[in-house]
């Protein structure tokens, strides 16, 4: 899932531009004009919720087999877990 959100979102930023007045003309740009543009922007929009989904499983099958006794990696999973929440959150 990371790997699937680092590659488009590569291929998104080589035509994204984030000035406030051509943000949105971008975005059609790369659904419109570039090739294949709306599969990327789809497989980075959706492999974002796929990620979460994936990374509340793991966390969810750690509580079920008890891994929380182990303190040291249970809480750099959790700093590692509010991390990639404050990464995806800010952007």
């Known amino acids: 899932c ?3 959100q680092i590659l488009t979102g590569l291929f998104l930023a080589m035509h994204y531009t984030s000035d ?7 975005v059609t ?3 419109r004009d570039v090739n294949y543009g709306w599969i990327i922007r789809y497989l980075h929009a959706n492999g974002a919720s796929m990620f979460f989904i994936c990374l509340f499983i793991h966390v969810g099958r750690g509580l079920y087999y008890g891994s929380y006794t182990f303190l040291e990696t ?5 700093i590692l877990l509010f991390t990639v929440m404050a990464t995806a959150f800010m952007g």
Do not use: D
């Not at 406030?20 to 971008?26: H, N, P, V, Y």
């Not at 249970?74 to 959790?78: E, M, R, V, Y």
């Open 74 to 78: 249970w809480n750099i999973g959790i």
């Open 29 to 31: 740009h790369i659904c």
């Open 20 to 26: 406030t007045t051509t943000a949105f003309s971008s």
């Open 2 to 4: 990371l790997i699937l």
